[in-house]
């Protein structure tokens, strides 16, 4: 059973940076695609960014259109960690972010809830402008 906990959340003014973790037990980390999602208050739960598992490489990457350029999404599988480097944050990026993992996803859904099938509890991220 995958067990995810996120950390890292918190107050941050528009335009600072925030640092979230996803820390992961009980299966082999380096064979999970991982993402994080965002929920704000009466919205679904949306795409933030993902990264695919891989025997050779870091992974490949994906972003949302809305946090393209300013977050960027790594992974640490020595460390059974993942991470979401958040700059020039916005109000509107405020919301729960959840990070999530499917042990050997290969497939194009990353931006998609349901390719998912463990998730963390949430780490509230709330930005004052």
Do not use: H
């Not at 993402?35 to 870091?58: H, L, M, N, T, Y």
């Amino acid at each position: 059973q995958v067990q995810l906990v996120e950390s890292g959340g918190g107050l941050a003014q528009a335009g600072g940076s925030l640092r979230l973790s996803c820390a992961a037990s009980g299966g082999t980390f380096s064979t999970y695609a991982v993402g994080w999602f965002r929920q704000a208050p009466g919205k679904e739960r949306e795409f933030v960014a993902a990264i695919s598992w891989s025997d050779w490489s870091a992974g490949d990457t994906y972003y949302s259109n809305s946090v393209k350029g300013r977050f960027t999404i790594s992974r640490d599988n020595a460390k059974n960690t993942m991470y979401l480097q958040m700059n020039s944050l916005k109000p509107e990026d405020t919301a729960v972010y959840y990070c999530a993992a499917e042990p050997y996803y290969s497939g194009t859904y990353y931006y998609v809830p349901g390719a998912y099938n463990y998730w963390g509890q949430g780490t509230q991220v709330t930005v004052s402008s």
